[in-house]
Every structure is written in structure tokens, then in C-alpha cells.
């Protein structure tokens, strides 16, 4: 096999690591990181339209309908009719679902300040650029 790791397959440790890191600092208010970033992802004061919110995360729409009602069983959102367009659903906040948001702020603040921190701000742009590059390639499908 490949002595040196790939490419490939650095990203997919330092991402596993990353989504450990935040599931288990999400476990300590019963959450988890995909609750986090969906939190994250509606607006506090208006909500977010439930189909605009899978593209923006990323995310397949049966894993998203999973989330979200996990997140209104924890009673973090509820839904609500869009006024602006009959046929949508607003996801909005309750109180509590606006509480652990700024908890989700604060986490990915605090991480990405300690990376900073530890890296450097020098690097951590070079990071970032090449980041880019590479998904420019990959979503041109420059590859194969």
C-alpha cells in the first residue's frame, strides 16, 4: 500500500477528529454537532425556510428532516407556516433553541481562535487558500 498518506485520506482524519472534538463538547447540552451547524443556520430573529436550509449545510434533505425533528423533540425549534409563501415552513427558534445557538457560537469561535492561536495566522492562510483550490477542483471535477 502507499507509505505516505494521501492527501485524501489527511483530510478525512483531521475532519473525523474535528467531528469528534465538537460531538463531544455538543454531548455536554444533549447535542450533537449536526444540531450545532443547523442552529447555527437559522436566523434568530425570522427564521430560516426548512428548504433552504439543506443546501447551505450540505446536507441530504432526509438527514436534515431526521435533525430537525430530533431538534423539536429537544424543543430547539418549532415550525411555522411562511407568511410570505404558502407552500413553505418556517424553522424557527424557541428560547432555549436560541440559548444553545450561542453555545454553538461560542464553541466554534473558541476553536477556530485556539487554531489561530496555534497555528498562526500566516499558515493558517495558506491553509485556507489551498482549501480553496482544492475545492475548486474537485467541484470542477478536475480529476477524473
Excluded: H
Excluded at 455536554?28 to 443547523?38: D, F, H, N, R
Excluded at 427564521?47 to 431538534?71: D, F, V
Excluded at 423539536?72 to 409563501?85: H, Q, S
Excluded at 489551498?130 to 478536475?142: E, G, H, W, Y
Amino acid at each position: 500500500m502507499i507509505k505516505e498518506k494521501t492527501t485524501d485520506q489527511i483530510i478525512r482524519e483531521l475532519w473525523m477528529a474535528i467531528t469528534k472534538l465538537y460531538n463531544e463538547e455538543a454531548a455536554k447540552y444533549g447535542g450533537t454537532m449536526a444540531i450545532g451547524y443547523v442552529l447555527l443556520k437559522i436566523d434568530p430573529q425570522v427564521g430560516t425556510p426548512s428548504t433552504a436550509l439543506a443546501p447551505m449545510l450540505g446536507m441530504e434533505t432526509t438527514s436534515l428532516s431526521r435533525t430537525l425533528k430530533k431538534m423539536e423533540e429537544k424543543g430547539l425549534i418549532f415550525r411555522e407556516k411562511n407568511p410570505y409563501d404558502g407552500r413553505s415552513v418556517l424553522i424557527k427558534l424557541t428560547n432555549y433553541g436560541c440559548d444553545m445557538r450561542d453555545k454553538s457560537k461560542e464553541t466554534v469561535l473558541k476553536f477556530n481562535e485556539v487554531i489561530k492561536e496555534k497555528i498562526g495566522e500566516k499558515e493558517l492562510e495558506i491553509f485556507r487558500n489551498v482549501s480553496q483550490k482544492m475545492l475548486k477542483i474537485v467541484n470542477d471535477r478536475d480529476i477524473f
